[in-house]
């Protein structure tokens, strides 16, 4: 089972969007990846790296890339079932001011 934070939608179809700028096929790509990135995590949860925060409360949150755009990280939770996607992002920003403890509700 896949779940998904709330927010996480505008965050794809904000990065979609940027893409569609430059190339409609391109942004289709980037959410393509994505859902086959999710696929992938909900079959093996363990397989992103454990990420380090200021905030102990988040210590269960991995990152993966986003396979075919390597510049984009998805953070996410293994839950019982399979996963829980929280953000999707650009390698860029400052993951601390943006993942906090809320996303795990």
Do not use: W
Not at 23 to 39: I, M, P, Y
């Amino acid at each position: 089972m896949i779940k998904y934070a709330d927010g996480l939608f505008d965050e794809l179809a904000d990065i979609a969007s940027y893409f569609a700028h430059y190339s409609e096929t391109t942004a289709q790509r980037f959410l393509d990846c994505c859902e086959e990135t999710f696929d992938l995590l909900e079959r093996f949860p363990d397989s992103g790296s454990p990420r380090r925060f200021e905030d102990p409360e988040l210590a269960s949150i991995r990152m993966s890339l986003v396979k075919g755009f390597d510049e984009y990280l998805i953070f996410y939770v293994p839950i019982a079932d399979g996963v829980r996607i929280l953000h999707v992002m650009h390698s860029s920003l400052d993951y601390n001011r943006i993942v906090d403890a809320d996303d795990l509700l």
